[in-house]
């Protein structure tokens, strides 16, 4: 049996942004790590020193938390939700109450991703799912779908920086 071949190399940097990336930066984020080398030659980092990494990992993560936290916020001033600050289940409580079924799927997907991955503290899965009052299964497919929204606007921006370097 022959041993697994590498993945190809990314055509484009637009190509290096995939959910398997970005979960595994998430991941590594979580850990003191670095994110995945691919992520760290996008375009929209440009303005930083290529010989510092850490400057360009550091970057990354403060772009993906903070494109991930837009996206919740604009959810939740459309459903009218109060913000709870760091208080991190009282605030998974109230965003999975919502009746509006085309707006509430939006904010369950940022939210259980917001909670997984990008708040400073690391609470279960299983928690974050109980305090939601939906299963821990449904509560990991909410955070994979997140993963794969983030990961499209992180590649539309991609292409947008790449097409229009000087406005973005």
């Known amino acids: 049996m022959e041993p697994p071949s590498e993945p190809p190399?990314?055509?484009?940097?637009?190509?290096?942004?995939?959910?398997?990336?970005l979960?595994?930066?998430?991941?590594?984020?979580?850990?003191?790590?670095?994110?995945?080398?691919?992520?760290?030659?996008?375009?929209?980092l440009d303005h930083i020193d290529a010989h510092w990494l850490l400057n360009r990992d550091a970057e990354l993560?403060?772009?993906?938390?903070?494109?991930?936290?837009?996206?919740?916020?604009?959810?939740?001033?459309?459903?009218?939700?109060?913000?709870?600050?760091?208080?991190?289940?009282?605030?998974?409580?109230?965003?999975?109450?919502?009746?509006?079924?085309?707006?509430?799927s939006a904010l369950w997907i940022y939210s259980a991703l917001y909670h997984r991955h990008i708040i400073p503290v690391e609470i279960s899965p299983v928690t974050l799912a109980e305090t939601a009052g939906i299963s821990e299964r449904h509560f990991r497919r909410l955070v994979n779908a997140g993963i794969k929204l983030l990961a499209l606007e992180l590649r539309r921006m991609e292409a947008?920086?790449?097409?229009?370097?000087?406005?973005?």
């Not at 190399?9 to 990336?21: A, Q």
């Not at 979960?23 to 929209?44: C, D, Q």
């Open 9 to 21: 190399e990314c055509l484009s940097t637009v190509d290096c942004i995939n959910e398997d990336r």
């Open 61 to 104: 993560y403060e772009l993906v938390q903070n494109k991930a936290l837009e996206k919740l916020a604009l959810v939740r001033q459309m459903m009218r939700i109060s913000y709870y600050g760091d208080r991190h289940l009282q605030q998974v409580a109230a965003d999975f109450q919502g009746s509006n079924v085309n707006i509430t």
């Open 160 to 168: 947008e920086h790449i097409d229009h370097p000087g406005d973005c």
């Open 23 to 44: 979960r595994t930066a998430l991941l590594n984020w979580r850990k003191g790590k670095s994110a995945p080398k691919e992520l760290l030659r996008l375009h929209l």
